[in-house]
């Protein structure tokens, strides 16, 4: 079974109960363009993805193959000992927690934080050599 964007978006549509033509007609496009992207004649855009998972209450993610369940529902994370021990410290340390979440809340600061663990993790992986 293939999952690719075309595939699940189709699947979705099915899975539904709702056709082409009355997918058009919710998101506002034509019938042909619902087909052209079910067959991959053409790649949806972004605001039609957005439209799309709106609609069915699904995940982009899903849409795009970064997660298998299309839940909006966060997925657990299998975290290791030393993971969960500076989660926990992080959590319990009032300063880092907060300074973590004021960067999690401004989307213009949110990459900082995957660029400080690139960062650590380039130095934590040189520093064992």
Do not use: V
């Not at 619902?34 to 439209?51: F, M």
């Not at 960067?103 to 050599?129: A, C, M, R, V, Y």
């Amino acid at each position: 079974m293939e999952n690719d964007l075309k595939t699940l978006m189709k699947n979705t549509r099915i899975k539904h109960g709702i056709t082409q033509q009355q997918l058009a007609h919710l998101l506002n496009t034509s019938r042909s363009t619902i087909s052209n992207y079910e067959t991959g004649l053409r790649n949806p855009d972004s605001g039609y993805l957005h439209k799309f998972c709106l609609c069915f209450k699904i995940s982009a993610d899903y849409l795009l193959g970064f997660k298998r369940n299309p839940s909006l529902e966060p997925t657990s994370y299998d975290f290791s000992e030393e993971e969960l021990e500076l989660i926990t410290q992080i959590l319990n340390d009032k300063e880092m927690y907060s300074l973590m979440h004021n960067l999690l809340k401004e989307p213009t600061q949110k990459n900082l934080l995957f660029k400080i663990g690139d960062l650590l993790h380039h130095e934590l992986g040189s520093s064992q050599k």
